[in-house]
Structures are given as structure tokens and as C-alpha cells.
């Protein structure tokens, strides 16, 4: 199986590629469009800050090329957030191919720190990507903001509220917590969506 993972300027693509390699995939980190193109599967995983990342996607044409993808996608953290309409990150336009808005946590309670960083559970599962897996699973996040559920949602988490931990659209699948960091739960997460 042909697996891309997008170079661009976003941290932790790395551990992602250790995580596939591990399910013995050798995956490809390119930010060619031919290359892109040509994957089986897709994943768009990062840690980063929205403004400066979409920023980075437009000025290298990243943004037409992922809009345009065809075959199974997958973001992970920030890969999520930039595949929704817009993000209170710097109040930027991203891509849109979920309508809707990230947002920041609010918080006046002391105890709920932000970022939300640690392990946190997973209920409602609804999609293929949780094939084999219970409600309550535990997977790990790291994100000071969060989607709020929607119609695309396909899995919740709560922290501070109820809030979208995953969400698909056609062939675009989102994660906001990370897989390649989530133990055997995360693995077979990833299993799941090269399965799809």
C-alpha cells in the first residue's frame, strides 16, 4: 500500500511515520503533488499554529492540492482543525472542507487547565474508523482548541464540554487526538483508516 504523509511546516509528522512503520507500512513525507496524488491513503497529521500553517499550505498550493484529494484522508491535531472553515487561531480562513468553526476553550474553573494535554476517553463512536473498539477507549490529546460537534462528528470527548474528538466527511477523516501516540488503541485506529 501507497501511504503519503504532507511535509509541511508543522511538528510531529515524524512520529506518525514511526507509528505506520510499526503496522509495517513504509510511508513517503512529501509535499510532491505527484506523489500525493498517486497514495493509496493520505494523512495530514501536525502540531502548530493555524495562522502561520495556512499561511505555509497557500503559498506552497497545498490548500488547492489537499481540497482536491480523492482517495481516503486523514488529519490528525491541527490537520483536523485546518480541514474545517475557520479557527479562533488567529482568526484565519482554512480550508473548509468541514463547515464548521474551531474555537478556544473557555474556562472559569481553575482545575480545567488549557491546553487540554493528556489521555481523555472516547464515547458515540460512529464509523469504520473505530471498527473493533468499545466506548471509553483511551487516546491522547493535546490542543488548547477543539471543533464543537456537528453533523460530521464521529466521536466525542469531553473536556471542559462535550466536543468533536473525531469527524469524516466523504474522504476526509479527522482525529483531534493523536493516534501515533495513543498505545494499541491508536494503532489500530491507524489500522482502521488503511483498512478503509
Same mark, same amino acid.
Given at each position: 500500500?501507497?501511504?503519503?504523509?504532507? =511535509?509541511?511546516n508543522a511538528g510531529n509528522i515524524y512520529s506518525v511515520d514511526f507509528a505506520l512503520k510499526r503496522l509495517g507500512i513504509e510511508p513517503v513525507i512529501t509535499a510532491d503533488k505527484e506523489q500525493l496524488l498517486k497514495a493509496d491513503k493520505i494523512i495530514f497529521p501536525g502540531q502548530g499554529e493555524a495562522t502561520q500553517t495556512m499561511q505555509y499550505l497557500r503559498a506552497h498550493r497545498l490548500d488547492?492540492?489537499?481540497?482536491?484529494? =480523492?482517495q481516503p484522508v486523514l488529519g490528525i491535531c491541527i490537520g483536523m482543525q485546518l480541514l474545517c472553515r475557520s479557527s479562533e487561531e488567529g482568526n484565519v480562513d482554512c480550508l473548509g472542507i468541514f463547515d464548521v468553526p474551531v474555537q478556544r476553550f473557555r474556562t472559569e474553573k481553575r482545575e480545567n487547565k488549557i491546553p487540554h494535554m493528556g489521555w481523555n476517553t472516547l464515547t458515540n463512536l460512529k464509523s469504520a474508523l473505530y471498527k473493533e473498539l468499545s466506548e471509553e477507549e483511551f487516546?491522547?490529546?493535546v490542543h488548547s482548541y477543539y471543533v464543537p460537534l456537528n453533523d460530521y462528528t464521529i466521536a466525542e470527548t469531553h473536556y471542559i464540554q462535550n466536543f468533536s474528538a473525531s469527524m469524516h466527511k466523504d474522504n476526509f477523516y479527522a482525529t483531534q487526538f493523536h493516534p501515533? =501516540?495513543?498505545?494499541?488503541?491508536?494503532?489500530?485506529?491507524l489500522q482502521n483508516f488503511l483498512d478503509l
Open positions: 500500500m501507497n501511504v503519503a504523509i504532507i =511535509k509541511y488547492e492540492l489537499i481540497i482536491g484529494l =480523492k487516546v491522547y490529546f501515533e =501516540k495513543s498505545g494499541e488503541t491508536g494503532a489500530r485506529i
